[in-house]
Nanobody, 126 residues
């Protein structure tokens, strides 16, 4: 079983930055695809970014491209989401997720992921 714990959320003004962390434990961290998703009140969970275990392949939602950066530290078994130029519409609970690679997966669908953290709240004030 893989356990994921997010941290780093908080309240920030529009235009500000936050760095989210996701610590993984319980299994070998390698060979997982790691993703960040978010869910705003009354909305469905949506894809933010994903990264391969080697860190060599990343993919972003259009809404965050150019502002957010996903990265991975295989030594620390951690995944990060650097969020810059934050907007009020980025306000949501942010979740870290993990899944084993599968040939048919697109990795932007939350239903494909097997492991989830508890989430961390990000609030961006205008």
């Amino acid at each position: 079983q893989l356990q994921l714990v997010e941290s780093g959320g908080g309240l920030v003004q529009a235009g500000g930055s936050l760095r989210l962390s996701c610590a993984a434990s319980g299994r070998t961290f390698s060979n997982y695809i790691m993703g960040w998703f978010r869910q705003a009140p009354g909305k469905e969970r949506e894809f933010v970014a994903t990264i391969s275990w080697s860190g060599g392949s990343t993919y972003y939602a259009d809404s965050v491209k150019g502002r957010f950066t996903i990265s991975m530290d295989n030594v620390k078994n951690a995944v990060y989401l650097q969020m810059n130029s934050l907007k009020p519409e980025d306000t949501a609970v942010y979740y870290c997720a993990a899944v084993r690679p599968h040939y048919s997966y697109t990795y932007d669908n939350p239903e494909e992921y097997d492991y989830w953290g508890q989430g961390t709240q990000v609030t961006v004030s205008s």
